[in-house]
């Protein structure tokens, strides 16, 4: 395996795993650390100590100012650099630094696994393009009712707050002249939806007065220039953060909207002060529409809420709430917080979830994209499946994967929870990129068949020490083995 060659980075490596062993309680057995660095600052989950009875203690050690200059001697040109360190009682230690393996978030409670990204020019599949466009493909939304909701909508909205109702023209910033509105949805690449568009050609936006559910709306320029950002709330694109099921999976048949992190056709026009947003929805599922109106953002990382099937809609059940007196008003601020019954998270009435995941006893009619299978009874219906994407095993019992072998659009398996008689079909199944194993599984795999000619990101999972990951990962082998490997023992007058 590569060995780390910079004596600088050794030097702060030894340092670290000094500051380990002066940090340890009474009676510990090993210290591991997982850290990570990029340009932005360091991360981690820290020291822990293991104790003699099996129990494990967290450390309190810190070394920011280390991680990152071990980043920035280890400059290989990726971005993010992971680094695992573990040192024992008697002086020994190892450590790997690697920009291509990183601890991998998710998992079960307790539950250490670390990804080897074999191919980091390939990003995993999105889970929204595996289900079908909309059984009904025209908008829910008319412009002309959205403009009269919105006049109604403010003017009750004055009425509350006991302020003389004006013209829509006269409180809200004046709308773009056609053209411009024309050129600036042009930028888009997508088409608004006619209700919005036609809201634009009244006003450019609310001028933060927070119309939309407390949320600004937001002017054309300011919606075209969110378009083209990229969604730092949407993780879920990396192998890393990437998990089999998707991104949300509770079966509701007809999804409304896409089971995605992000996607081209969802165009924000309201954002809030905490990360989160309102957008239209113009790339809908089967059970949607498109304009329809979604709730996304940094407290939506399990995929968007569906909100109502237009921003027509949205006006309609705000304007019924305060006609009903369900809100709460203060007349200082001019905030209002209207009771409307828009859905918040997911598992709200009105919330689309998504429509491919599996009810094995059913998948060989269903469009079936995401199973959890038990057993062989489970997985024997899934032979040949034209749509099954990704299958998670969890059997205790020693299960075939035969059926899977001819599975055309099968990308991802999770063995990691599952006794398996045949691993060796797994290097047989074409088009596999994502593979998630134990340390023994991985070593029958490769021992017996290789790996799976198309392999893009492996998953060990289980505790492994620096030394043990280098060494898995350098049995899969991979286009760019970023992977380098020290151990040695602390100068004894330490």
């Known amino acids: 395996m590569a060995s780390l060659h910079n004596p600088e980075i050794i030097a702060l490596l030894q340092r670290m795993a000094h500051g380990m062993v002066k940090g340890a309680p009474q009676g510990w057995q090993r210290a591991s650390f997982s850290a990570h660095a990029d ?50 009682p008697d002086g020994r230690f190892e450590a790997m630094t690697s920009r291509a393996i990183a601890r991998k978030s998710g998992g079960a409670p307790g539950e250490v696994s670390h990804v080897y990204v074999l191919r980091p020019d390939i990003r995993p599949p999105d889970p929204g393009d595996f289900q079908a466009g909309p059984a009904v493909p025209t908008q829910a939304g008319d412009p002309q009712e959205a403009v009269r909701l919105l006049r109604a909508y403010l003017c009750k909205r004055a009425e509350i707050l006991g302020r003389e109702p004006g013209r829509l023209e006269d409180e809200l910033p004046a709308p773009w002249d056609a053209q411009t509105i024309e050129d600036l949805e042009g930028a888009l690449r997508v088409r608004l939806p006619d209700d919005l568009r036609a809201l634009y050609a009244v006003a450019d936006g609310d001028g933060r007065s927070r119309l939309f559910d407390r949320h600004p709306w937001l002017g054309l320029r300011e919606l075209v220039a969110w378009h083209h950002t990229d969604p730092w709330w949407a993780s879920g694109d990396t192998w890393e953060h990437h998990t089999l099921g998707s991104i949300r999976s509770e079966g509701v048949p007809r999804a409304a909207v896409r089971s995605s992190a992000h996607r081209p056709g969802w165009i924000i026009f309201a954002e809030s002060t905490g990360g989160d947003f309102l957008a239209v929805d113009m790339d809908p599922a089967e059970g949607g529409r498109p304009g329809q109106v979604i709730r996304l953002g940094m407290h939506h990382g399990n995929g968007p809420v569906y909100v109502a099937d237009s921003v027509t809609e949205l006006l309609r059940l705000q304007l019924a709430a305060l006609e009903r007196g369900d809100y709460t008003c203060d007349v200082v601020t001019g905030e209002l917080w209207i009771e409307a019954g828009l859905p918040e998270r997911h598992g709200d009435a009105a919330d689309g979830a998504d429509s491919g995941t599996g009810d ?33 095993v969890r059997s205790a019992e020693a299960v075939s994967m035969a059926p899977l072998r001819d599975c055309p659009r099968l990308y991802g398996l999770d063995l990691s929870g599952a006794a398996v008689r045949d691993l060796d079909v797994v290097a047989e199944i074409p088009g596999l990129r994502y593979l998630s194993m134990r340390r023994e599984q991985w070593h029958q795999l490769t021992e017996s068949a290789g790996r799976p000619s198309d392999l893009t990101a492996a998953v060990l999972v289980g505790a492994a020490s620096p030394g043990a990951l280098a060494a898995w990962a350098e049995g899969l082998g991979g286009s760019d083995y970023d992977i380098r490997f020290h151990h040695g023992r602390l100068p004894e007058d330490t």
Do not use: W, Y
């Open 39 to 88: 340009k932005h600052g360091t991360g981690g989950h820290g020291a822990v100590n293991v104790l003699a009875n099996g129990r494990s203690r967290p450390g309190s050690m810190r070394m920011p100012k280390q991680l990152q200059r071990v980043f920035e001697l280890d400059d290989t040109g990726a971005d993010k650099l992971a680094i695992e360190l573990m040192v024992h």
């Open 360 to 392: 094995v006893g059913a998948a060989a009619e269903a469009t079936v994209h995401h199973v959890l299978a038990t057993c062989d009874a489970e997985l024997a219906p899934l032979a040949g499946h034209p749509t099954l994407a990704a299958v998670t």
